[in-house]
């Protein structure tokens, strides 16, 4: 299994990304997807899951009403509006065959990161 994001970068507050992350020999059936972010000097947190057929999805309380989560059959997507400066982090996609865990060491499959900034 291999996962790509993409789509990070520089945004004002109050603006908007969207994170991309592109899967391969990742199986839809069964496959629980999440991103989860870590900013420098604290733990990784698991902002938002979705399951396998993208009728259950988690939100941290953080970012609930201004992320959204999303998926296709290859790749997992991540809506950010009113971004905040205490968004910035390095957001990692994860996956497993599993439900979604609030544990981001539950999840054994991991991509490599992109860095979203929001000056304050």
């Known amino acids: 299994v291999q996962l790509l994001e993409s789509g990070g970068g520089l945004v004002q507050a109050g603006g908007s990304l969207r994170l991309s992350c592109a899967t391969w020999r990742l199986r839809l059936a069964g496959s629980a997807m999440g991103w989860l972010r870590q900013a420098p000097g604290k733990e990784r947190e698991r902002v938002s899951c979705i399951g396998y057929n993208g009728g259950v999805t988690y939100y941290a309380d953080s970012v609930r009403g201004r992320f959204t989560i999303s998926r296709d059959k290859t790749t997992l997507y991540l809506q950010m509006n009113s971004l905040k400066p205490e968004d910035t982090a390095m957001y990692y996609c994860?996956?497993?065959?599993?439900?979604?865990?609030?544990?981001?060491?539950?999840?054994?499959?991991w991509g490599q990161g992109t860095q979203v900034t929001v000056p304050s």
């Open positions: 994860a996956a497993r065959y599993d439900y979604c865990s609030p544990n981001p060491q539950d999840f054994p499959y």
